[in-house]
T-cell receptor
Framework: DAGVIQSPRHEVTEMGQEVTLRCKPI?????LFWYRQTMMRGLELLIY????????DSGMPEDRFSAKMPNASFSTLKIQPSEPRDSAVYFC?????????FGPGTRLTVT | GENVEQHPSTLSVQEGDSAVIKCTYS??????FPWYKQELGKGPQLIID?????GEKKDQRIAVTLNKTAKHFSLHITETQPEDSAVYFC????????????FGKGTKLSVKP
């Protein structure tokens, strides 16, 4: 099993640009979670999907953030336009029951 | 909503000593408590979990205890080794939350050889 796959691993972009982060969950898992991790705020849940349906997006910071899950094997998190305060590590995790398994993360730097 | 407090924020021990990290939660409906280990540059890795129908669970050098009455749970690492150095997170969730985990702020454990 390849585990949760995220791409890109690192992204450096300029303020105002669109950023798209990608996630492939573990095959057979039915829930997918997007987290953001910063030193100041720790691990924050942004949004999660169950059976490809968004269940709770209350953690999405602003309308600049959007997430989609068009099928069971792919999800995207988009930031448009990006701002320097969006710099963080973004993790995707998937689960079948209670146990969540995390991907390696995408380190985003917005200059 | 649920709130998880974790202590200490940093912990330094000598190799071979034991390490204990403690967490408290606020919502008595929480019934699942996982622990994650995060090494530098990597995603959090699930190392052990406990459900509310169990008071203690052990896996080799790692154990977790749960006190439902006091609403706190702890991670115990015995015979620590330098490779145990990492940031450890506790979390809590409840049935019906579809796996929504509420995380503590993390504990940075340093094991000195």
């Amino acid at each position: 099993d390849a585990g949760v796959i995220q791409s890109p691993r690192h992204e450096v972009t300029e303020m105002g640009q669109e950023v798209t982060l990608r996630c492939k969950p573990i095959s057979g898992h039915n829930s997918l979670f997007w987290y953001r991790q910063t030193m100041m705020r720790g691990l924050e849940l942004l949004i999660y999907f169950n059976n490809n349906v968004p269940i709770d997006d209350s953690g999405m910071p602003e309308d600049r953030f959007s997430a989609k899950m068009p099928n069971a094997s792919f999800s995207t998190l988009k930031i448009q336009p990006s701002e320097p305060r969006d710099s963080a590590v973004y993790f995707c995790a998937s689960s079948l029951e209670r146990e969540q398994y995390f991907g390696p993360g995408t380190r985003l730097t917005v200059t | 909503g649920e709130n998880v407090e974790q202590h200490p924020s940093t912990l330094s021990v000598q190799e071979g000593d034991s390490a204990v990290i403690k967490c408290t939660y606020s919502d008595s409906a929480s019934n699942y408590f996982p622990w994650y280990k995060q090494e530098l540059g990597k995603g959090p890795q699930l190392i052990i979990d406990i459900r509310s129908n169990v008071g203690e669970k052990k896996d080799q050098r790692i154990a977790v205890t749960l006190n439902k009455t006091a609403k706190h749970f702890s991670l115990h690492i015995t015979e620590t080794q330098p490779e145990d150095s990492a940031v450890y997170f506790c979390a809590a969730s409840m049935t019906g939350s579809q796996g929504n985990l509420i995380f503590g702020k993390g504990t940075k454990l340093s094991v000195k050889p």
